[in-house]
């Protein structure tokens, strides 16, 4: 156990090191100077060239990327165009706003959805069945954008039951977890089904049974358990994108988070901003991976061992 987890972390740090790469190239070779939109269209030629000179703008790529990446393994994040704020100062203060907003959407998705999934799974093709496919299929469909405006329109505009952005109370909580978490509810759901369909047609559920279990143990005893796995595998790999999702969801909502800052530097072209957020998305995705990966071989140690 110890050695897999040591091997797995190891493999983390060529990882965010390209990463890390990829980010910076892309970003510095998008077309445009983000010293003269850090100036301001009036700023002269002198006071765009102290900009460069201030950020390194004006040292080779390669001696840039260096410099980053020296700063990082530091801890520091480089500072805003805009603010002049240290970009990790920025990013701690608005990651408890994402990480509860992402949070809330994963635990809304893992317990309807599965829950969803398990009740088809003990009637399928039934009419149950149907309608929570129906359903699903709904979900997985509609675009995160379309249904935030949809329940926005509804909830707050007409029927004035929620605020319509912010963050604050519950209240503030309910349009963006519901928007950013159905999707998922739906995928969850699915999986669920079909690993459950899977489970319960194996022999040792058959004995269960025959020994006079009740069908509520069989099923949250015996079944779920071993069709566990495949839905911790979904927990890591939707986490990233609901990172993703939770950009455009705080857009919407203007909820105070992460994504909503990274969009605006994306805006202002605030090169230090974009890389620290992306940077800092792929760390947390990747710890994620690790922390699921590690929670396998607690399941099957089979995976630890192999």
């Known amino acids: 156990m110890i050695d897999y987890a040591i091997y797995r972390i190891a493999v983390l740090v060529p990882t965010l090191f390209a990463v890390s790469l990829a980010v910076f190239l892309v970003l510095h070779l998008v077309p445009g100077d983000p010293a003269r939109n850090a100036a301001g269209p009036d700023a002269e030629e002198e006071d765009?060239?102290?900009?460069?000179?201030h950020y390194g703008l004006d040292q080779p790529l390669w001696t840039q990327y260096g410099t980053y990446l020296v700063r990082v393994a530091q801890g520091d994040?480089?500072?805003?165009?805009?603010s002049r704020r240290p970009v990790l100062?920025?990013?701690l203060r608005r990651l408890p706003a994402t990480v509860e907003l992402a949070g809330y959407a994963m635990?809304?998705?893992?317990?309807?959805?599965?829950?969803?999934?398990?009740?088809?799974?003990?009637?399928p093709n039934s009419w149950l069945d149907q309608i929570i496919g129906a359903l699903s299929a709904f979900g997985i469909s509609v675009p995160v954008f379309f249904l935030g405006l949809l329940l926005m329109m509804v909830f707050a505009a007409r029927l004035q039951?929620?605020?319509?952005?912010g963050r604050g109370t519950w209240s503030h909580l309910v349009l963006p977890v519901v928007t950013l978490g159905l999707p998922y509810v739906a995928t969850f759901a699915r999986v669920a089904r079909s690993t459950m369909l899977e489970v319960l047609s194996e022999d040792y559920i058959r004995t269960a049974r025959a020994k006079g279990l009740v069908q509520r143990a069989v099923i949250w005893r015996h079944a779920l358990i071993n069709a566990a796995i495949p839905l911790v595998t979904l927990l890591g790999v939707y986490f990233g994108r609901l990172l993703g999702g939770a950009v455009i969801v705080e857009t919407i909502f203007a909820w105070p988070g992460l994504g909503r800052y990274m969009?605006?530097?994306?805006?202002?072209?605030d090169l230090q901003v974009v890389q620290g957020c992306i940077l800092f998305f792929a760390t947390a995705?990747?710890?994620?991976?690790l922390m699921v990966d590690l929670l396998y071989s607690v399941l099957d140690p089979r995976i630890a061992r192999g």
């Not at 994040?77 to 805009?82: V, Y």
């Open 107 to 123: 635990i809304f998705a893992v317990i309807l959805g599965v829950g969803m999934g398990v009740v088809a799974s003990m009637r």
């Open 161 to 165: 039951w929620l605020p319509p952005s």
């Open 77 to 82: 994040l480089g500072e805003s165009f805009r």
């Open 48 to 53: 765009i060239a102290l900009i460069r000179e």
């Open 263 to 269: 969009v605006d530097g994306i805006i202002q072209r």
């Open 89 to 91: 100062d920025e990013v």
């Open 285 to 289: 995705i990747v710890v994620v991976n």
